[in-house]
């Protein structure tokens, strides 16, 4: 069956990097497209960065994140720099059939992984 399993969250300080790594399993993922989303609480979930024929990133993180994948291992990876404490969030890996931003376009998501930026 079709599995996303995220890691690499943790505890980091302002200005710090983490990259997160989503393994995928019971599909191909480069015959789909890829995205990461994250929740903040008492906030709805939001687009952070998608990958497909190319890739695509909110404006909030544009610059700052990069979404990469390795077809060979079946990963999809966020690295993130230069993180602010207003990306502290739940992290979700998702698949989608298509590139887009919007969450009703993803048909299986992962568990998620903690992101904690400290000030």
């Known amino acids: 069956q079709v599995q996303l399993v995220e890691s690499g969250g943790g505890l980091v300080q302002a200005g710090g990097s983490l990259r997160l790594s989503c393994v995928a399993s019971g599909f191909t993922p480069r015959n789909y497209a890829m995205g990461w989303f994250r929740q903040a609480p008492g906030k709805e979930r939001e687009f952070v960065a998608n990958?497909?024929?190319?890739?695509g990133y909110a404006d909030s993180v544009k610059g700052r994140f990069t979404i990469s994948r390795d077809n060979a291992k079946n990963t999809v990876y966020l690295q993130m720099n230069s993180l602010k404490p207003e990306d502290t969030a739940v992290y979700y890996c998702?698949?989608?059939?298509?590139?887009?931003?919007?969450?009703?376009?993803?048909?299986?998501w992962g568990q998620g992984t903690q992101v904690t930026v400290s000030s």
């Open positions: 998702a698949r989608a059939f298509r590139p887009t931003k919007e969450i009703r376009g993803y048909d299986y």
């Open positions: 990958i497909y024929w190319a890739d």
